[in-house]
């Protein structure tokens, strides 16, 4: 004997019919937000360290640049380039790096200068 789909030896299945079955559940939408929020922060984290990366690339470069510069001068001229106010025979001059201060240059910035101008004709 055949049962109707609904009927199955004497018991009865009542379909489940919910005008929302095509919704999401709230635990469903918090799980999704939940993903897309932690590849968002590991695509920003990503992209971060590529631009560090390209940046510190870019500077390696430039001072390979400026370091074959300077070797390609000696090569020509036997010794280094030097800056307008170096004095190579004072041993008491001051090669401070920090920053000297607002309106003023120290030897190191004006080596610096001196360099560049020389090697990039400005």
Do not use: H, W
């Not at 937000?33 to 590849?39: P, S």
């Amino acid at each position: 004997m055949e049962f109707p789909p609904d009927v199955y030896k004497g018991v009865c299945f009542k379909r489940l019919t919910n005008r929302f079955d095509g919704a999401f559940t709230l635990i469903e939408l918090i799980v999704v937000i939940t993903v897309i929020i932690i590849l968002t922060g590991l695509v920003l984290s990503t992209v971060g360290y590529a631009q560090k990366k390209g940046a510190r690339a870019r500077a390696e470069t430039e001072i390979a640049a400026m370091s074959a510069a300077c070797e390609s001068y000696k090569a020509d001229n036997g010794i280094y380039p030097l800056n307008g106010d170096t004095n190579t025979l004072d041993p008491t001059m001051n090669f401070d790096p920090t920053s000297p201060p607002p309106g003023q240059t120290n030897a190191y910035s004006n080596a610096s200068l001196y360099l560049y101008e020389k090697l990039f004709g400005v």
